[in-house]
């Protein structure tokens, strides 16, 4: 007898940014009108959606990264990591007349940081660069959210080609009343954000993502650091995951991003939310024990942390 049917995955194409950071290591943060004085303890690849790209790429299931960028040494051994990880990167654009975009990061002793983007001009790849063909080979799209207007058009453009769309809507990038954030969500299927983002929705995260869910999203997923995350979904299942093993933090630089990209990467390859929500929390828990916000891949699949999960109804 045939067996049981294997579903092929699906396939994510992220639309958006991928850095050089600069990691120094500080006794603190320096503030206004103060600096801090510290050591540079590595030069590594960042960028929201080139870590969430990663992050999806190694549980086996096709990604696309679609950015902008510079040319040189230190952006080629970006696109090289990249690739190691099993990212396409055929219709990234290259603009050699720009360095890439950078950012650097400050990290104090307990892990937590502060950091500055370096604006070069180039950041993501114009509408109109980006080949057609990205939609039309994508079941998932998923846009940088940090120009709203944007990544609107590009969520339209994936829903007129057939397909899903998921952001991360991080807390400086919009306002709940705005106009072109309604449109964006109106096309977007999953909604991934942190703590901050969700108060700015409502006091409890639970309360926040059901906010969003009345304005067309399916899914929504709230990190909540140390916490853990929940999921929601519209039909009002929830589920609850958290590390139970003790987690000293040494870089919470991308970590939401890992979550992110271990969340959808696990859902195109077939899991359920539950189990998807668990590796997602396992991939950030990770992501903060090493310095870079890709680095913890390279330690996959050992020293997997402890991740309980839990399943509630919302209430009416």
Partial sequence: MPGPEVRAPERLAVIGDASVDHFVRVPHIA?????AIGQLVGIYGGGMSANVAAAAAVQRVPVELVTKTGVGPQTDAVYRELVSYGVELRRSVRDPERATWMCFVQLDPTGEKA???????IKVPEVTEIHPGVFADADYVMPLADDLVWAAELAELATAAGC????DLEPDAFEPEQEELRRLLGHTDVVFLN?????KWAPDPLHAARAIHALGPLEVV???GAAGALHSDADGRVHRAQCTDPVQAVDTTGAGDA???AFLGSRL?????AKSLQRAVAHATSCVLHIGSRTYLEH?????PTIDVTTERAPA
């Fill in 300 to 304: 996959l699949p050992q020293n997997q």
């Fill in 259 to 261: 979550l992110a990209g």
């Fill in 222 to 224: 709230v990190s909540s």
């Fill in 31 to 35: 503030g206004h009108d103060n600096k």
């Fill in 164 to 167: 899903r769309t998921a952001i």
């Fill in 269 to 273: 390859g077939g899991a359920d939310p």
């Fill in 115 to 121: 950091l500055v983007g370096a604006d070069t001009g």
């Fill in 195 to 199: 703590g901050a983002a969700a108060q």
